[in-house]
């Protein structure tokens, strides 16, 4: 089992910049893929970004130029710089992984953090 911890969420204005970090409890050469998810009120939950230890990240073209999702080496887990937000970016972050998938889709993650909420003010 692998357990996921998110961290970083607040509250900015639009514009503005936030880090969102997640810890995972096992070592992220021994993940398939690591990814953010988002979840808006009312609104399924979407795929954000996706890393793979060995490979390029990929990003939802809502965010794509925006934000980056990179390693987090000390933490054995991924970052999400998340830059010029929007409004529309409001919501709760997931973090996910998988070691055995690919972290395409939501139902293609084998493990999930409890989430972290992001707000963006206009």
């Known amino acids: 089992q692998v357990r996921l911890v998110e961290s970083g969420g607040g509250s900015v204005q639009a514009g503005g910049s936030l880090r969102l970090s997640c810890a995972s409890s096992s070592h992220i050469l021994t993940m398939s893929c690591m990814a953010w998810f988002r979840q808006a009120p009312g609104k399924p939950r979407e795929w954000v970004a996706r890393f793979f230890p060995i490979g390029s990240p990929y990003y939802a073209d809502s965010v794509k130029g925006r934000f980056t999702i990179s390693q987090d080496n000390a933490k054995n887990g991924i970052y999400l710089q998340m830059n010029t937000l929007k409004p529309e970016d409001t919501a709760m972050y997931f973090c996910?992984?998988?070691?055995?998938?690919?972290?395409?889709?939501?139902?293609?993650?084998?493990?999930w953090g409890q989430g972290t909420q992001v707000t963006v003010s206009s």
């Open positions: 996910a992984a998988g070691q055995y998938s690919a972290c395409r889709t939501s139902s293609d993650v084998e493990y």
